[in-house]
């Protein structure tokens, strides 16, 4: 079985400061990552993914995650972050046939000037 | 193009109650995805179709959760004898065949009184 953790509910920071959510996870087969991020009354939108290939990973609006499997982790960075970014990030993985994903509980990022 | 759609955007309901809710995929994909959030939760998986039969049910919680997609598009989630625990955001999302990326609906919120 599949299974993710998210190890921060919440991450707070200023403006313009870096972040890294971290996600963690368990799997006893190959696996494809994701990092889901979803703004307030909205659906959930693919930020970057990772199924093969180099372990770094670039995804929409600046952000980055580097896959390490000896670590079994997936962290999600940004070097800069704006107040746009406030949201809930959603780290989460399926197995090769692409079929359901298994989600971690998300973490809250709060954005402030 | 458009995305997934989901309708009702939100539901209230009595317990015991039965309730529908409709997902729209994105036009040609022949994967659907029915997911559920709780409050403070990441999303978890329901049920999976590809095209018009269900291909994993193993997350339905119990006999009163049902879904159908009997032409291949659009697909129904049924509730029968809702209960309050049944209360959440039930997410849609769809892709094309054999591919990774799952493409989310803003879902439907469901209160169950």
């Known amino acids: 079985a599949q299974s993710v953790t998210q190890l921060d509910s919440q991450v707070p920071v200023f403006e313009e400061a870096p972040v890294e959510l971290r996600c963690n996870y368990s799997?006893?087969?190959?696996?494809?990552l994701f990092w889901y991020v979803q703004y307030p009354n909205q659906g959930l939108q693919l930020l970057l993914k990772?199924?093969?290939?180099?372990?770094l990973v670039k995804g929409i609006n600046g952000f980055e995650a580097e896959f390490n499997k000896s670590q079994t982790s997936f962290h999600l960075r940004k070097p800069s972050v704006h107040i746009s970014d406030t949201a809930e990030y959603f780290c989460a993985v399926s197995g090769s046939s692409f079929q359901k994903l298994v989600f971690g509980t998300g973490t809250r990022l709060l954005v402030s000037p | 193009g458009a995305g997934v759609s989901q309708t009702p955007s939100n539901k209230v309901t009595e317990k015991g109650k039965y309730v529908e809710l409709r997902c729209d995929p994105i036009s040609g994909h022949t994967a659907l995805y029915w997911y559920r959030q709780s409050l403070g939760q990441g999303p978890e998986f329901l049920i999976y179709?590809?095209?018009?039969?269900?291909?994993?049910d193993s997350g339905l919680p119990n006999d009163r959760f049902f879904a159908v997609r009997p032409e291949g598009s659009v697909s129904t989630l049924k509730i029968q004898r809702t209960e309050r625990g049944d209360s959440a955001v039930y997410l849609c999302a769809s892709s094309l065949a054999g591919k990774e990326t799952q493409y989310f609906g803003p879902g439907t919120r469901l209160l169950v009184l």
């Open positions: 179709f590809q095209g018009t039969g269900a291909a994993d």
């Open positions: 799997s006893s087969v190959s696996v494809y």
């Open positions: 990772y199924l093969s290939g180099s372990t």
